[in-house]
């Protein structure tokens, strides 16, 4: 078994341009991992922070566990990262030298069950941004369709 993706951010690769990925473990309680390993985890207004040396995910929704108990986490608690101290270094350097955010783009389980999380360097699209990518995304589509249409004889 390989690793097996929980959730996937497609709003950050939308309204982002990806500069760097980054790999962070999770410090997680044990309700929150079986609802991690159930799929119940939205990445969607997530982002992450470096607060006094330490990074955090501020913003991720894991989904109380339906059996769990008084023992329950908390849906959107800030959720500390584990990351190595020269990682931690560099992303906040570049985050703040050059005006870039920290964007969970998937949250998955290794194959000895463990939770990472993929976090990329990210800067803001432009509206102008948005419009190449979108005028890029049509004319990949048309190559492609005129490609196929004449593998299979048709003009």
Do not use: C
């Amino acid at each position: 078994m390989d690793e097996q993706t929980v959730a996937v951010n497609r709003k950050a690769r939308h309204e982002f341009s990806i500069e760097d990925t980054f790999e962070a473990g999770l410090v997680l309680t044990g309700t929150e991992i079986k609802s991690v390993r159930a799929n119940k985890v939205n990445l969607q207004d997530a982002y992450a922070r470096v607060e006094r040396g330490e990074a955090w995910l501020i913003g991720a929704n894991i989904a109380p566990w339906e059996t769990g108990n008084r023992y329950n986490h908390e849906a959107r608690r800030t959720r500390k990262l584990l990351l190595h101290r020269r990682q931690i270094d560099e992303l906040m350097g570049r985050a703040q030298a050059k005006g870039l955010t920290i964007v969970p783009l998937r949250m998955y389980i290794t194959a000895r069950g463990v939770a990472k999380l993929e976090l990329g360097l990210a800067r803001g699209k432009q509206l102008h941004d948005h419009r190449r990518d979108i005028a890029d995304r049509d004319a990949r589509r048309d190559m492609e369709r005129e490609l196929a249409d004449a593998t299979r004889g048709r003009h």
